[in-house]
C-alpha cells in the first residue's frame, strides 16, 4: 500500500505517514460529496452561513493546533502560522456575511414580463491545492464554494496530509452534510481520474504552471472549467522619488515572508539607476536581519524552506544564474543539516537568459535588476511569462497609480505596499500565472451558473 510521509522540514524527522486513498475510497467520497449536494443546494444561503460562520469559531478555538500542525509539516514560523488560521476564519465569516448580496438576483428589463440572473451552484468541485499556505489556500476555495452551495472535494499537497484531514475535520464540526467537503489522498498522477468524473463539476488548481496546464488539459478534454492560481515573479519598481528607507523595508518583508515561499511574494527589484546604490544598501540590511531557527522558537523570524527537494531546486537556479553573470551579494549557500534552512539571498546584475530573471524563485532569494529609468523599470517588471502582482514605490502618488493602473501587466498592482490578499479583494493573475479569480464576489461567481430566467 502507498503512503504519504509527513516531514518535519526543520529537522527531517518522521512526523507521519497517511494511506493513499484506494479508487473504491475515492469513488465512495465522490458519492457522498454529490449526495451532500444534493441537500446543501436546498439550504438557504442565510442558513449555510451559520455553518460558515461555526467553521470560522472552530479555527479560532483550535488555532493553536491548527498553527502547530502547519509549523511542523511545513515549516513556515508559528506566528505566520497563526495569522494563517486567523485569516481563514476572516475568510470564512466574510463570505457567511456577504453571500447573499453577492448572489441575489439581478434583475434585467427587457420585453419580458419578468427576466433575472440567477446564480445557482454547480455541484461537485475539486480544488488541488498547494503545500505553501495549506490552510488559506483551501478555505479561501472552500468558503465561498460552499456558501454558493457547491460540494467540494480536495486534493492537497501530499506533504501536508495532516492539514487536510484538519480541515476536513472543521467542516465535519461545523455540522454540514457528511461528505460534503473531504479530502482525497491521491497522488497527482490520479487527478485526471477524479476531473474526468460525471459527477465532478469542475475543478480549481493553485500551483505550479506545470500542474495547472495538465490538469487544465484534462478538464478541457472533458469540457469542465478551471480556475488556476500558478507561479508569480513579482516585480517591485523602486523610482527615483520612492522613499528608499520604506521600499527596502517592504521589499524585504515581501521576499521573506513564508520563507519566501509565496506567489505573491516580491521576486524581481528592479530600482532606477539614479537611487540604484542607496536603494541595494538599505535593502541588503533588511535582507540581512532575520534571524533563521527552529520555526517554532518564537525568536526566529524565518524557518526551513518546506522540502529538502524545494530547497535543491533553488539552489540550483541560483547557482545558474551566478554561471551566466549575476553576482551573488548575500547568502546563496545551502546550510547545513538537519532542516531545508536557506539563508536570505540577493543576486545583483540579473538579467534575462538567468533562472533569477525568467523563473519564479520559490524561496527567499531576491533578484535585483538595474533600470535606466521608470520606463525602463516598466519594461523589464513586463518581461516576465508571469502577471500575478506588482508594485511601484513612489512618494508621487498619481505618478505611481498610473504605472500600476496602466503600466503593468499584473493582476495587482500596489502602490508603496506589498502585494496581499484580502477576502474583499479580487485575487488572480493573468499570462502564465493563471486565469479566474478568488476572494471577492468575482470569486464566488466562478463556480456558479449564472441562470438566465425570462418569463414572457
Ligand atoms: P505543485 O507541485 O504544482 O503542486 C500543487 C498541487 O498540484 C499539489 O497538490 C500537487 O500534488 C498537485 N499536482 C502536481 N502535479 C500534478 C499533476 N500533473 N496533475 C494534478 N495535480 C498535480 O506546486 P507546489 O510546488 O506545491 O506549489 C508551489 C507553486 O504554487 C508555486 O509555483 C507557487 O507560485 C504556486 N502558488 C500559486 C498561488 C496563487 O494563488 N497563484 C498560491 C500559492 C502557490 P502532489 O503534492 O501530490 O504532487
Redesign the pocket.
Known amino acids: 500500500m502507498e503512503h504519504?510521509k509527513s516531514i518535519n522540514p526543520a529537522t527531517e524527522a518522521l512526523i507521519a505517514t497517511y494511506q493513499v486513498m484506494p479508487p473504491e475510497e475515492v469513488e465512495s467520497r465522490i458519492g457522498q460529496a454529490h449526495r451532500a449536494f444534493l441537500t446543501w443546494k436546498t439550504v438557504s444561503i442565510s442558513e449555510r452561513a451559520k455553518y460558515l460562520e461555526k467553521a470560522a469559531d472552530i479555527l479560532d478555538e483550535k488555532r493553536n493546533e491548527f498553527a502547530r500542525l502547519i509549523t511542523l509539516e511545513m515549516g513556515k514560523i508559528l506566528s505566520e502560522a497563526e495569522a494563517e488560521v486567523t485569516k481563514c476564519a476572516w475568510t470564512c465569516r466574510h463570505y457567511a456575511q456577504h453571500a447573499a448580496g453577492f448572489l441575489a438576483p439581478e434583475r434585467i428589463a427587457t420585453d419580458a414580463v419578468l427576466s433575472y440572473v440567477d446564480f445557482q451552484p454547480l455541484g461537485v468541485l475539486l480544488a488541488?491545492?498547494?503545500?505553501?499556505?495549506p490552510f488559506y489556500?483551501v478555505f479561501r476555495f472552500a468558503a465561498p464554494a460552499l456558501m454558493a452551495g457547491n460540494a467540494g472535494l480536495l486534493?492537497?499537497?501530499?506533504?501536508?496530509t495532516g492539514c487536510a484531514r484538519a480541515i476536513q475535520s472543521v467542516f465535519e464540526e461545523a455540522g454540514v452534510p457528511e461528505g460534503l467537503f473531504s479530502h482525497l489522498a491521491?497522488?497527482?498522477?490520479?487527478?485526471?481520474g477524479v476531473i474526468e468524473h460525471p459527477l465532478v463539476k469542475a475543478v480549481t488548481?493553485?500551483?505550479?504552471?506545470?500542474?495547472?496546464?495538465?490538469?487544465a488539459a484534462?478538464a478541457g478534454k472533458h469540457i469542465k472549467k478551471t480556475v488556476?492560481?500558478?507561479?508569480?515573479s513579482d516585480a517591485y519598481l523602486i523610482l527615483e522619488d520612492a522613499d528608499l528607507d520604506l521600499a527596502a523595508e517592504v521589499c524585504a518583508y515581501s521576499r521573506l515572508i513564508n520563507a519566501g515561499?509565496?506567489?505573491?511574494g516580491a521576486k524581481r527589484f528592479i530600482p532606477v539607476a539614479a537611487i540604484y546604490d542607496e536603494f541595494l544598501e538599505r535593502f541588503r540590511v533588511r535582507m540581512a536581519e532575520p534571524i533563521l531557527g527552529d520555526p517554532f522558537d518564537r525568536t526566529a523570524d524565518m524557518g526551513p524552506l518546506?522540502r529538502l527537494d524545494?530547497r535543491e531546486q533553488l539552489h540550483i537556479q541560483v547557482l545558474q544564474s551566478m554561471e551566466k553573470g549575476a553576482k551573488c551579494l548575500l547568502g546563496g549557500q545551502m546550510l547545513p543539516a538537519p532542516g531545508a534552512f536557506y539563508p536570505p539571498t540577493i543576486l545583483t546584475d540579473v538579467q534575462k537568459g538567468m533562472p533569477a530573471y525568467d523563473e519564479?524563485l520559490?524561496g527567499p532569494v531576491a533578484s535585483v535588476i538595474r533600470a535606466k529609468d521608470e520606463r525602463d523599470a516598466i519594461r523589464i517588471a513586463n518581461d516576465s511569462i508571469f502577471g500575478?502582482g506588482s508594485a511601484v514605490f513612489s512618494q508621487d502618488l498619481a505618478r505611481a497609480e498610473a504605472i500600476a493602473a496602466k503600466d503593468l501587466e499584473a493582476g495587482s498592482c500596489f502602490v508603496n505596499s506589498f502585494v496581499r490578499?484580502d477576502p474583499r479583494l479580487p485575487?488572480?493573475?493573468i499570462k502564465t500565472?493563471?486565469y479566474g479569480r478568488?476572494l471577492s464576489r468575482y470569486g464566488i461567481l466562478e463556480f456558479v451558473n449564472i441562470k438566465t430566467i425570462y418569463v414572457a
Open positions: 504519504f488541488v491545492m498547494p503545500w505553501n499556505f489556500q486534493k492537497h499537497a501530499s506533504n501536508v491521491i497522488p497527482g498522477s490520479r487527478v485526471a488548481l493553485t500551483g505550479s504552471e506545470k500542474a495547472g496546464s495538465s490538469v484534462h488556476l492560481e500558478l507561479g508569480g515561499q509565496s506567489c505573491i518546506a524545494l519564479e520559490f500575478l490578499s485575487f488572480g493573475g500565472s493563471g478568488e
